[in-house]
């Protein structure tokens, strides 16, 4: 049995019973190999509702895909087992068949949005290993998307002013940066790296272009409420 399909099953019996994984037990990927971990799992949990995008040190970007049964809309209640991490973040979604050269107007093809990237991990003690964490879909264990922006023109989301509580706590309540500085910047590192991976980018999906809140982990009885300016408020439950 190759590295892939060792760390894929483990990943896959990890979704399926809801228990995590040893990640001492398993050999680190290397990109190409964590890129078909993550294909092969996901052959076994469904459609695909989205994908992740970040910029790595070297090389091909971060990337992984969202299951469609973990996308909810505002107002939502997720499960947790253990603690959740929540990012605020600005989301792109797919209106149109994809077409090449889409960032020459992007505003024909997408739509802005605001949502909360839920966090989760399959594997224990993975924490510092970033090929680990890109094999286990980054990490992502679905999203809950807010409003869209309907009449959008086509311009970037660099800087943002936002605010985020998480029960008592407020994790951000102000000036806010897109990672990397350009959210549109985001979506075509993903358009041009993608190609078929999981299927390819489709119609309705949508496209995270990273935290603007950073990472915080909480748990279950946490009210999530988060507002972009420009874009709207989203909101779910920790349970």
């Known amino acids: 049995m190759t590295l892939a399909q060792t760390f894929a099953d483990a990943l896959i019996e990890a979704h399926r019973s809801g228990t995590r994984a040893d990640a001492a037990a398993l050999q680190a990927p290397d990109y190409a190999q964590a ?16 994908f992740k995008v970040g910029t790595r040190p070297e090389g091909a970007p971060m990337m992984a895909p969202i299951s469609a049964a973990k996308v909810a809309r505002s107002g939502a209640a997720r499960t ?26 992007p505003q024909r093809h997408f739509r802005p949005c605001v949502l909360i990237e839920i966090v989760d991990t399959r594997l224990t003690g993975a924490d510092d290993n970033a090929a680990m964490k890109l094999a286990d879909m980054q990490i992502n264990d679905g999203m809950v998307v807010g409003p869209a922006l309907d009449d959008w023109d ?28 350009s959210a549109l910047k985001n979506l075509a590192l993903l358009l041009d790296n993608l190609g078929d ?22 748990p279950a009885g946490t009210d999530v409420d988060g507002w972009i300016e420009g874009l709207g408020a989203v909101s779910c439950r920790l349970v």
């Not at 890129?35 to 989205?50: D, F, M, S």
């Not at 002013?161 to 102000?174: K, M, P």
Request: proline share 5%; hydrophobic share 40%; net charge negative.
């Open 35 to 50: 890129l078909e971990i993550q294909r092969r799992v996901q052959a076994t949990l469904g459609p695909v509702g989205g």
């Open 80 to 105: 947790v087992n253990g603690r959740m991490g929540i990012e605020l973040e600005v989301g792109l979604e797919l209106l149109t068949d994809p077409v090449p050269d889409m960032m020459a107007n």
């Open 154 to 181: 086509g311009s970037d989301f660099g800087t943002a002013t936002a605010r985020l509580t998480c029960g008592e706590t407020t994790v951000v309540d102000g000036p806010v940066s897109v990672p990397g500085g």
């Open 197 to 218: 991976h999981c299927g390819g980018l489709a119609k309705g999906q949508i496209v995270i272009t990273g935290s603007v809140s950073g990472l915080a982990w909480f």
